[in-house]
């Protein structure tokens, strides 16, 4: 049987403080959970009843073992979770300020595994049999991972619906002026894009969000999907169809995470075949569930949640 979802790019170890408002050097004690973005969608769509897997790979190492322990316990198939010998599993910390300050210190040198996913491995009829098969902006940072991204979606040749998740990290190129030229290669093979407004200008060169959408479905794609911040979710068709969505009200505890619940949301309304309103009222309660909670792939909404949520107007 195909898989709904096969995501593809970053998987980790989040340690994140279980204090609030406290700087790390002073932060005593940490939760563990499964992280990177790829995979926490992944796991946002399991929890939503799909039946998702993940292409990545970790470290050969005790924190690799946890990671794919996670997984299984999540729902979401780990056979082509692979490891890397003599490079480490990345751990991520964050510093936690609500409602808007959770700066990100990521621990992924000499080089990350999730780099080292080379297009020679990959299983291309699974990925062009899927749903829906899920790439990130990540996974062009470098050698072989670019290769095997921008080979996994010429392959699936826009089979199905295949999402691009701009997802810029400048922190993981060498020279972010070069990221452009390989946003633009994976835009020419994926049916939808999804951004924010610095994601969006990296893709495109234009930060407006109506422009920029236009610029994203001018590059081939069918859907854009820019996220606004406080002015919410616009999304756009190439059938000229549009919905703008502002964010559901939420009391802000830990805003990391949010994208990824709104992705595998937004993945679970397009194979339901929901008009995009509904698809972005769907993402945006998700997104505001996780940011509501302290971890993200362990805080992913069960679909009475997100239903409860929208129902109620806010999340309680």
Not at 55 to 80: K, M, S
Not at 102 to 121: G, N, T, V
Not at 187 to 215: I, Q, Y
Not at 223 to 250: D, I, T
């Amino acid at each position: 049987m195909a898989y709904d979802l096969i995501t593809m790019g970053r998987i980790g170890v989040d340690l994140y403080p279980l204090q609030t408002g406290v700087p790390l050097p002073q932060v005593t004690s940490f939760g563990k959970f499964l992280g990177g973005s790829a995979t926490n969608v992944a796991v946002a769509a399991s929890r939503l009843g799909r039946r998702t897997a993940v292409i990545t790979r970790t470290g050969d190492d005790p924190f690799g073992t946890y990671l794919h322990e996670a997984l299984q316990g999540f729902g979401v198939d780990d056979r082509w979770v692979t490891p890397v010998p003599g490079l480490p599993t990345p751990v991520t910390f964050c510093e936690i300020f609500p409602p808007d300050d959770f700066p990100l210190y990521f621990y992924r040198q000499p080089k990350a595994p999730d780099l080292e996913i080379d297009a020679h491995e990959l299983d291309l009829d699974a990925i062009r049999q899927a749903s829906i098969f899920w790439v990130t902006g990540t996974g062009l940072s470098e050698e072989p991972s670019r290769t095997a991204t921008l080979a996994a979606l010429a392959h699936r040749a826009k089979a199905g619906t295949t999402v691009f998740d701009l997802d810029w990290r400048p922190m993981f190129w060498k020279d972010p002026a070069e990221a452009r030229p390989f946003y633009e290669e994976a835009l020419r093979h994926t049916t939808v894009a999804v951004g924010n407004l610095d994601e969006v200008e990296v893709a495109t060169g234009v930060r407006e969000p109506h422009a920029a959408a236009r610029a994203l479905l001018d590059a081939g794609v069918e859907l854009a999907v820019v996220k606004q911040g406080p002015k919410g979710v616009l999304a756009v068709n190439s059938r000229g169809e549009s919905a703008e969505v502002p964010p559901l009200p939420v009391n802000v505890l830990n805003g990391l995470g949010a994208g990824d619940a709104f992705g595998g949301s937004l993945c679970h309304g397009l194979l339901n075949g929901w008009d995009l309103e509904k698809i972005m009222r769907h993402a945006n309660a998700a997104g505001a569930i996780v940011a509501s909670r302290l971890e993200c792939s362990s805080a992913m909404p069960t679909p009475d949640e997100i239903d409860s949520a929208i129902a109620a107007g806010a999340v309680k």
